[in-house]
């Protein structure tokens, strides 16, 4: 698994594409259907010194960036995230959405998931998305 959690964001900027073969692949007992990738995207709320990002400006940024990536569907769950800022060394928690996408393995997937991740990025004004990547077996 990789993690992309924020403690080397520019390691972590692009998802890796995950290979059609290997443990993942070995791993998919037959009928538990084909190697693919789980994404799992951490979208904080929070923009510093602006409020946070408003359940409108969420569901256009879905409707907007997140679908046209990732037309085949994703899964969005409401969270709290936390962090420490290293500033003020205080525990900060925030708004967080969850979004899981399972794709399956090759650079289009990878790609999809990098512009969404660069999209709220730039447009909410984040440091980073945080992002999990594993290998699954899956069907659709």
Request: aromatic share 8%; net charge neutral.
């Amino acid at each position: 698994m990789l993690l992309c959690l924020g403690v080397l964001p520019a390691a972590c900027a692009a998802p890796p594409a995950m290979p059609a073969t290997g443990p993942a692949a070995a791993a998919c007992a037959p009928g538990a259907g084909a190697p693919m990738t789980a994404f799992e995207l951490f979208f904080g709320r929070s923009i510093r010194g602006a409020g946070e990002v408003s359940d409108s400006a969420w569901q256009d940024f879905l409707a907007r960036v997140v679908t046209p990536n990732l037309p085949n569907g994703y899964t969005v769950f409401d969270g709290v995230g936390a962090w420490l800022d290293p500033v003020t060394g205080k525990t900060l928690h925030e708004r967080t959405n969850v979004l899981l996408a399972v794709l399956p393995n090759g650079p289009a997937g990878a790609a999809a998931i990098a512009r969404v991740r660069q999209s709220y990025q730039t447009e909410s004004h984040q440091m980073l998305v945080g992002m999990t990547v594993m290998p699954v077996c899956g069907a659709f």
